[in-house]
């Protein structure tokens, strides 16, 4: 079965699972900094909602040919400039938010364990952005403060929490 990805062509056995091209597809993507961006199986159209176990249990020869096209990591995050500084920003106002209840009252936010997921979701793009840049050493100070943060959360320390968070989180935040 023929297998392209933007002008790559190869082929594959028709017995192998849809999950393992699938991965082969992403990976040559991923070693040249590309992210796969358009999927078709047999032809048709599939985005990642589609992309269910059933559908990554068929063998190849059950769905057709994949064609897959690919844009460059960079220009991606280039191009979403703008959504990553809002919400940089949007992590930054809530984190200024919960600096009053764990300052005053010692109580940690319910809604702080969203916000930590959030977080990870943006420090994970900023890593995706700085693989192979000089942003890779801010990265090690970003993990340090995380790590801390996480360590004030796990024992309930409000007021650590609350330092990482103004002295930390939001200085780089609003520096994003």
């Not at 990642?48 to 995050?77: H, M, T, Y």
């Not at 500084?85 to 969203?114: H, N, Q, V, Y």
């Not at 900023?126 to 024992?155: N, P």
Request: aromatic content about 6%; overall charge negative.
């Amino acid at each position: 079965m023929r297998i392209t990805l933007d002008q790559d062509q190869w082929e594959v056995s028709d017995d192998q699972l849809v999950s393992e091209v699938l991965m082969e597809v992403s990976d040559r993507a991923h070693a040249r900094r590309r992210l796969v961006t358009s999927l078709k199986l047999g032809g048709c159209s599939i985005t990642d909602r589609d992309i269910q176990p059933l559908l990554l249990n068929k063998r190849l020869k059950e769905v057709g040919a994949i064609e897959a096209c690919s844009q460059d990591i960079p220009e991606i995050l280039t191009n979403a400039a703008a959504a990553v500084a809002r919400f940089a920003s949007t992590l930054k106002e809530e984190a200024e938010g919960f600096l009053k209840p764990l300052r005053t009252r010692g109580i940690i936010p319910m809604a702080a364990d969203r916000w930590f997921g959030q977080l990870a979701d943006y420090v994970e793009l900023l890593q995706t952005g700085a693989q192979g840049s000089s942003a890779k050493a801010d990265m090690q100070a970003v993990s340090s403060w995380i790590h801390e943060l996480l360590e004030a959360r796990s024992i309930q320390d409000p007021v650590r929490m609350a330092d990482v968070l103004e002295f930390e989180v939001i200085p780089y935040l609003a520096s994003t």
